[in-house]
C-alpha cells in the first residue's frame, strides 16, 4: 500500500547524499504534489554501487509549478516539472494543494 496518496503535498528532502543520486539538487526542499504511484523497485543509490539486493523504494510521479521551482521563470503560471522521486526523498507537506 501506497504510503502517499494521488493529490497529496510532500516536500522533496535534502539527504546530503553523495554518489549515484536520482534526485535533482534543483528539486530538493521544493514542494509538489503526487500524481502517480509507479511501484517499488530496488533502491537506484545502492544499485549504483553494485548493491543489488535489500529492501525495495516505493517510487512516484511527483509534480512542481515551474515558478515555486525556478523563482525567474518566465512561461505561464500554470507550467509544470513532472519528476520521479522515491518515497525516503520526501515527508508528508503540511502545505495545503493549490493547484491540479
Same mark, same amino acid.
Given at each position: 500500500?501506497?504510503?502517499?496518496?494521488?493529490?497529496?503535498?510532500?516536500?522533496?528532502?535534502?539527504?546530503?547524499?553523495?554518489?549515484?543520486?536520482?534526485?535533482?539538487?534543483?528539486?530538493?526542499?521544493?514542494?509538489?504534489?503526487?500524481?502517480?504511484?509507479?511501484?517499488?523497485?530496488?533502491?537506484?543509490?545502492?544499485?549504483?554501487?553494485?548493491?543489488?539486493?535489500?529492501?525495495?523504494?516505493?517510487?512516484?510521479?511527483?509534480?512542481?509549478?515551474?515558478?515555486?521551482?525556478?523563482? &525567474?521563470?518566465?512561461?505561464?503560471?500554470? &507550467?509544470?516539472?513532472?519528476?520521479?522521486?522515491?518515497?525516503?526523498?520526501?515527508?508528508?507537506?503540511?502545505?495545503?494543494?493549490?493547484?491540479?
Amino acid at each position: 500500500m501506497p504510503r502517499y496518496a494521488l493529490g497529496q503535498r510532500v516536500d522533496v528532502l535534502e539527504l546530503n547524499k553523495s554518489g549515484h543520486i536520482r534526485t535533482p539538487h534543483y528539486i530538493r526542499h521544493q514542494t509538489g504534489t503526487v500524481i502517480q504511484f509507479c511501484g517499488a523497485f530496488l533502491n537506484p543509490e545502492d544499485l549504483a554501487i553494485g548493491k543489488a539486493s535489500g529492501p525495495v523504494v516505493e517510487c512516484y510521479r511527483v509534480e512542481f509549478l515551474q515558478c515555486d521551482v525556478w523563482k &525567474d521563470y518566465g512561461g505561464m503560471p500554470e &507550467d509544470t516539472l513532472v519528476i520521479e522521486v522515491y518515497e525516503h526523498w520526501m515527508r508528508p507537506s503540511d502545505e495545503e494543494a493549490t493547484h491540479g
